[in-house]
């Protein structure tokens, strides 16, 4: 054999500066690990260059148990030899793994320091242990007496901290049996305590494990000031609502650092169960408005959340009208959202306009916009309907860029809409914002055929009508290149081409191009 003609150097590097030992160990060659370790002339804890792993570290990370036993049986090995990428200890990757029988063999040495922190989260072993949920390893880890429980990592999280954000139940009661973990110990990141991240993830059985300590400060904020009470609402666990509501010890109004309570986050998000909850404790105040001027019902009025709408109405202690920073109201903001599969919120508009307390003619304070403008913005013909119906709507209101809600339908192409408004006969047609544009002149410039011709036939708008700048419908369509609505403007309605605006330039081109055209 090679070895017995001594002409081998049994510890030569191969280019990544790795030896024989360190292959055989990584692969579980036990003979072979066997042989060169008889030799007597193997550095046994040569590392390479690309990780720094030694040959018991590459043992340990694959579970090989006879060839670890055999590096340990040496007496010559350093089992606390970080590698440089991670700055892991075999213990730590052993415990990552889950080789509970290598953990064992390594913690009987007596010689490990099971407290020793890794180079990349600053954590041990029984955090890598705790993170994964292993019980046996938590537990083998806790019986050497050694460990530190409440060691921080980078983040200022204790292990107990991530046990109750990951919902490990057996491993948190492993945890508080020691009796030397701070319950609420906030972490540096967010400022949450264990209560905090098991509240908010919904982690029923450890939030009761938490209070049942008797030691938790069930209203503490975490950096964005909110409470466990806070975190669950918003989320909608309502099993954790509930224990932390019986506790009778949270304060159900507490604010977060912006000006939220756990109403207003439940009341946003359309969490039902949770809202009926917070209510039925009669200590909630259910107009209380944060930092943008929002009420909980404003909250659920712009997000639709019907039922939740409904059960705040018929507390009979919401001011329905009552206005945000922006100036816009629970109407407003429920007219002018909604989404394509959504055409508005229409069952909250109705409710709130039933109430008979609405100015449903409100204007916002930014864009002097009114429910309706939103509403014919977007397109949602129900709302806008709705509010029509009111009979208590200036239908040719204008808002701050003088546009009413016929120049917004008209803009954005939604024909149902621009027939209602004009159908009113209550909007002007030629209406002009501030820049001089009329409905016409927009919807010419977007393209949008059929509105035009709405406005055409219907409204009888004037074709020719000129901008500040001089631009006419048809000069629009051309520079925009809708030849469609140039060709339609042209040889259906008998646009002037000749309209120059304040440069010179007219549509003549364009209109010479169209009826060219027309002619083949």
Do not use: C
Not at 61 to 80: C, E, I, P, Q, R
Not at 177 to 198: F, H, I, R
Not at 513 to 519: E, I
Request: proline content about 3%; charged content about 30%; cysteine-free.
């Amino acid at each position: 054999m090679l070895l017995d003609t001594g002409k081998v150097d049994v510890d030569l590097k191969d280019n990544s500066s790795r030896t024989p030992l360190s292959w055989a160990a990584e692969n579980g060659n036990e003979a072979v690990v066997k042989m060169l370790l008889d030799k007597g002339k193997v550095d046994v804890d040569s590392k390479d260059t690309k990780y720094g792993q030694t040959p018991l570290f590459r043992a340990v990370k694959n579970g090989h148990k006879a060839v670890v036993k055999m590096l340990l049986d040496t007496g010559k090995v350093d089992v606390d030899l970080k590698d440089t990428k991670y700055g892991q200890t075999p213990l730590f990757r052993a415990v990552k793994n889950g080789h509970k029988a290598v953990i064992k063999m390594l913690l009987d040495t007596g010689t490990v320091n099971v407290d020793l922190k890794d180079t990349k989260y600053g954590q041990t072993p029984l955090f890598r242990a705790v993170k994964n949920g292993h019980e046996a390893v938590v537990k083998m880890l806790l019986d050497t007496g050694k460990v530190d429980v409440d060691l921080e990592d980078e983040y200022g999280r204790t292990p107990l901290s991530w046990a109750a954000e990951n919902g490990h139940e057996a491993v948190v009661k492993m945890l508080l049996d020691t009796g030397k973990v701070d319950v609420d110990l906030k972490d540096n990141e967010y400022g949450q305590t264990p209560l905090s991240w098991a509240a908010r993830n919904g982690n029923e059985a450890v939030v009761k494990m938490l209070l049942d300590t008797g030691k938790v400060d069930v209203d503490l904020k975490g950096n964005s000031g909110q409470t466990p009470l806070s975190w669950a609402a918003a989320i909608g666990h309502e099993a954790v609502v509930k224990m932390l509501l019986d506790k009778g010890k949270v304060d159900v109004d507490l604010k977060d650092n912006s000006g939220r309570t756990p109403l207003s986050w439940a009341a946003r998000n359309g969490n039902e169960a949770v809202v009926k909850m917070l209510l039925d404790t009669g200590k909630v105040d259910v107009d209380l408005e944060d930092d943008e001027g929002r009420t909980p019902l404003l909250r659920a009025a712009e997000n639709g959340n019907e039922m939740v709408v409904k059960m705040l109405l018929d507390t009979g202690k919401i001011d329905v009208d009552l206005k945000d920073e922006y100036g816009g109201t629970p109407l407003s903001w429920a007219a002018q959202n909604g989404n394509e599969a959504v055409n508005g919120h229409e069952a909250v508009v109705k409710m709130l306009l039933d109430t008979g307390k609405v100015d449903a003619d409100s204007k916002d304070n930014e864009y002097g916009r009114t429910p309706l403008s939103w509403a014919a913005q977007n397109g949602y013909e129900a709302v806008v309907k709705m509010l029509l119906d009111t009979g208590k709507i200036d239908v040719g209101s204008k808002d701050n860029s003088g546009r009413t809600p016929l120049l917004w339908a008209a803009r954005y192409g939604h024909e149902a809409v621009v027939k209602m408004l004009l159908d009113t006969g209550q909007t002007s047609i030629d209406s002009r914002d501030k820049t001089g544009r009329t409905s016409l002149s927009l919807a010419a410039a977007k393209g949008h055929e059929a509105v035009v011709k709405i406005l055409l036939d219907i409204g009888k708008a004037d074709i020719n009508s000129s901008d500040s700048a001089g631009r006419t419908p048809l000069s629009w369509a051309a520079i925009k290149g809708h030849a469609n609505v140039v060709s339609s403007l042209v040889n259906d309605y008998n646009a002037d081409v000749n309209v120059s605006d304040q440069r010179g330039a007219s549509a003549s081109p364009h209109a010479a191009s169209s009826r060219t055209g027309n002619q083949h």
